[in-house]
């Protein structure tokens, strides 16, 4: 007989909702991880006392309550709102798209300026089948926008030229025509008090967790401990990469700490022109409205994944997309393996999206039991 009911791989958000799930309703469970700590992108590093997102800025924001209402049970998220600036060689504008990025990209002052200003530069751009990303965004939001604040961060992002992307990727942008900086929609928006780690250690009170455990190397040995295996890794990694292997983008990040207590008075300020190497800088005390005497920095450089650089971004064209349906085929005949995540799903996933996804495949599998 197993020792436990779930062997759970990966101490992420989506594998610690259901751990949290399943044990709730009397299973056991075991969670493990190949990193040193749980939480996976999530997971927050404290220095001089700032909570650093250590795999890049996590902003949760939803427009479910009871998602919010969810987290919130575990830790108290605070009143934290989104809202980056764009730095253009040296030139700062806000963003979303919003009244006042026209008025410091054109001098309006009116709705109705920025409108015609938007339709002139569209209509001399004469794009009327959008083909590709970059045709996609200037047929949205005209020519100056997107030069300055589009094609180069894009560019950077993905590792390829604007002109080469598929136009889904940005299929529509965020332009308000009101003075509003707040990058997100959502109703719902904050930061964990204390960090996310916070979240973590809620979601796995009183689960049996094992750090620095990789499961791909003792599959077989590991498996044997429980009834089923919860699998949230890489989908084709878990498939011995039968059929090749998906492809990401992936990101560096150079943290930085600093003597000075404010170093650029935002948590998140994004480079979009093509001489700067990085894409954003993070500083990670806004977050939080922290007033420690010390700051910390990050800046993120993407790159291509490459074997042992984290997958951050899955390139979801119709290649590695027609991939990805091969392998979901064989996990969808696997009967004693759930898989779930961004990984194991090969779709990018906000943080509220892997909570849902997590508290549905919980609903879904033990309604069936």
Same mark, same amino acid.
């Given at each position: 007989?197993?020792?436990?009911?779930?062997?759970?791989?990966?101490?992420? +958000?989506?594998?610690?909702?259901?751990?949290?799930?399943?044990?709730?309703?009397?299973?056991?469970?075991?969670?493990?991880?190949?990193?040193?700590?749980?939480?996976?992108?999530?997971?927050?590093?404290?220095?001089?006392?700032? =909570?650093?997102?250590?795999?890049?800025?996590?902003?949760?924001?939803?427009?479910?309550?009871?998602?919010?209402?969810?987290?919130?049970?575990?830790?108290?998220?605070?009143?934290?709102?989104?809202?980056?600036?764009?730095?253009?060689?040296?030139?700062?504008? =806000?963003? +979303?798209?919003?009244?006042?990025?026209?008025?410091?990209?054109?001098?309006?002052?009116?709705?109705?300026?920025?409108?015609?200003?938007?339709?002139?530069?569209?209509?001399?751009?004469?794009?009327?089948?959008?083909? =590709?990303?970059?045709?996609?965004?200037?047929?949205?939001?005209?020519?100056?926008?997107?030069?300055?604040?589009?094609?180069?961060?894009?560019?950077?992002?993905?590792?390829?030229?604007?002109?080469?992307?598929?136009?889904?990727?940005?299929?529509?942008?965020?332009?308000?025509?009101?003075?509003?900086n707040n990058y997100f929609n959502d109703r719902y928006q904050g930061?964990?008090?204390?960090?996310?780690?916070?979240?973590?250690?809620?979601?796995?009170?009183?689960?049996?967790?094992?750090?620095?455990?990789?499961?791909?190397?003792?599959?077989?040995?590991?498996?044997?401990?429980?009834?089923?295996?919860?699998?949230?890794?890489?989908?084709?990694?878990?498939?011995?990469?039968?059929?090749?292997?998906?492809?990401?983008?992936?990101?560096?990040?150079?943290?930085?700490?600093?003597?000075?207590?404010?170093?650029?008075? =935002?948590?998140?300020?994004?480079?979009?022109?093509?001489?700067?190497?990085?894409?954003?800088?993070?500083?990670?005390?806004?977050?939080?409205?922290?007033?420690?005497?010390?700051?910390?920095?990050?800046?993120?450089?993407?790159?291509?994944?490459?074997?042992?650089?984290?997958?951050?971004?899955?390139?979801?064209?119709?290649?590695?997309?027609?991939?990805?349906?091969?392998?979901?085929?064989?996990?969808?005949?696997?009967?004693?393996?759930?898989?779930?995540?961004?990984?194991?799903?090969?779709?990018?996933?906000?943080?509220?999206?892997?909570?849902?996804?997590?508290?549905?495949?919980?609903?879904?599998?033990?309604?069936?039991?």
């Amino acid at each position: 007989m197993n020792k436990y009911d779930y062997l759970i791989v990966g101490a992420g +958000p989506w594998g610690s909702v259901f751990a949290h799930e399943a044990t709730k309703r009397g299973k056991k469970c075991l969670v493990i991880d190949r990193r040193p700590h749980a939480g996976g992108n999530t997971y927050c590093e404290d220095v001089e006392g700032i =909570n650093v997102h250590a795999y890049g800025a996590h902003i949760f924001h939803t427009n479910d309550k009871a998602i919010w209402d969810y987290v919130n049970s575990f830790v108290e998220f605070n009143r934290y709102t989104n809202s980056p600036v764009a730095n253009y060689k040296g030139e700062l504008y =806000n963003l +979303p798209f919003n009244m006042n990025t026209f008025y410091q990209l054109w001098g309006v002052t009116t709705p109705e300026e920025a409108k015609a200003k938007i339709a002139e530069q569209v209509r001399e751009a004469g794009i009327t089948d959008p083909q =590709n990303l970059e045709e996609q965004a200037i047929s949205l939001v005209g020519t100056d926008m997107y030069q300055k604040l589009i094609k180069a961060y894009t560019e950077k992002q993905w590792g390829r030229a604007a002109a080469e992307l598929p136009s889904f990727i940005i299929k529509r942008l965020p332009v308000r025509f009101t003075f509003d900086n707040n990058y997100f929609n959502d109703r719902y928006q904050g930061i964990p008090i204390g960090g996310y780690n916070k979240l973590t250690e809620g979601l796995l009170k009183g689960v049996e967790v094992r750090l620095g455990v990789d499961f791909t190397e003792k599959r077989e040995e590991l498996s044997q401990l429980a009834d089923r295996v919860v699998y949230t890794g890489k989908i084709d990694e878990y498939f011995d990469f039968r059929f090749g292997a998906l492809e990401y983008r992936s990101l560096r990040f150079d943290h930085q700490t600093l003597d000075t207590d404010n170093f650029q008075g =935002n948590a998140v300020v994004n480079y979009t022109d093509a001489e700067t190497p990085f894409t954003r800088i993070i500083e990670h005390k806004h977050f939080e409205f922290g007033t420690q005497p010390k700051t910390v920095v990050t800046r993120e450089y993407p790159q291509e994944w490459s074997e042992g650089a984290e997958p951050y971004y899955p390139i979801n064209d119709t290649k590695n997309d027609t991939l990805y349906r091969q392998y979901k085929a064989l996990a969808e005949a696997e009967e004693k393996v759930i898989f779930g995540g961004r990984l194991a799903e090969y779709r990018y996933y906000d943080m509220h999206q892997v909570i849902g996804s997590a508290l549905k495949k919980v609903r879904d599998h033990f309604m069936d039991q």
